[in-house]
């Protein structure tokens, strides 16, 4: 009876596992978006208006460093994206981010009719300076160690 019971507890849990993953698919962007090249080449004042953006609009649920930790993370059914992990960034090109971000998908919100293009490649651009900043700083610890 005990294993009938712990049986049913496994493939209980297994169920709702697979339907959680059912409700959360990866996020994959068309290739023909990974394709498109960021048109906005990365400058001091674009680079600070993006900052500015990030701030206003990103912070909440990317956190101030983009580690994916904002004040409203923990809420979220699908956890933000962390814009410091270098491994993930690398394999993200600008097109996907943009498509992302210009699509969005619950409960990240499509920014398409609220920010102009050029202000998302912007911040495209500025998504990688914090993926720089996180790395830089970790290669400091490490040196320190």
């Known amino acids: 009876m005990r ?52 701030r206003e609009n990103c912070m909440t649920c990317h956190g101030e460093s983009g580690a994916g930790d904002g004040a409203a993370a923990e809420s979220l059914m699908r956890h933000p994206a962390n814009f410091t ?12 981010l943009f498509w992302k971000m210009t699509k969005g998908r619950g409960p990240m919100p499509s920014w398409e009719d609220q920010l102009s293009e050029t202000q998302r490649w912007e911040l495209v651009n500025y998504l990688r300076t914090l993926t720089a900043q996180a790395a830089s700083a970790k290669k400091g610890e490490e040196k320190a160690q």
Not at 18 to 26: I, V
Not at 32 to 40: D, G, I, L, M
Not at 88 to 95: A, E, K, N, V, Y
């Open 3 to 54: 294993n009938s019971f712990i049986i049913l507890l496994l493939f209980a849990s297994l169920s709702a596992r697979a339907a959680q993953n059912d409700k959360n698919p990866p996020w994959d962007a068309p290739e023909s978006a990974k394709q498109v090249q960021n048109p906005v080449k990365p400058t001091k004042e674009g680079l600070a208006g993006a900052a500015k953006l990030y």
């Open 85 to 96: 992990d270098e491994k993930m960034m690398s394999q993200r090109p600008d097109g996907e």
